[in-house]
């Protein structure tokens, strides 16, 4: 169990930094719609999701700790925001993510 955990995490974090170099990071205050999947965001601003919408799949870190330039956000939270990635939506990506955060629920 504890294999097939760290294999998920490995997943999701392959997953994120795909969307982050290879997806685009749009300009102005975003609220991506759609299912939210594998949310560890917290009170703390802090914490990351992925977002399965219609068009796109957006990865969301969260940005608003203390010392955190928020300047740079994009992504409406209801705190002090978030900086969003997305890329085109696709099947075997939002299954791969979709799989991992089953293992981890």
Do not use: C, M
């Not at 760290?6 to 974090?13: K, N, P």
Request: charged share 20%.
């Amino acid at each position: 169990a504890a294999q097939r955990k760290a294999e998920a995490e490995q997943s999701l974090r392959e997953t994120a930094e795909i969307i982050r170099s290879t997806g685009e990071r749009p300009d102005g205050h975003n609220s991506p719609q759609g299912e939210v999947i594998a949310d560890t965001q917290t009170i703390y601003g802090g914490g990351d999701w992925f977002v399965l919408g219609v068009d796109h799949i957006w990865y969301v870190r969260n940005n608003g700790a203390d010392g955190d330039s928020w300047a740079s956000n994009n992504v409406r939270t209801g705190g002090a925001g978030a900086i969003g990635w997305r890329i085109p939506y696709d099947a075997q990506v939002a299954e791969t993510i979709r799989s991992a955060a089953t293992v981890l629920a």
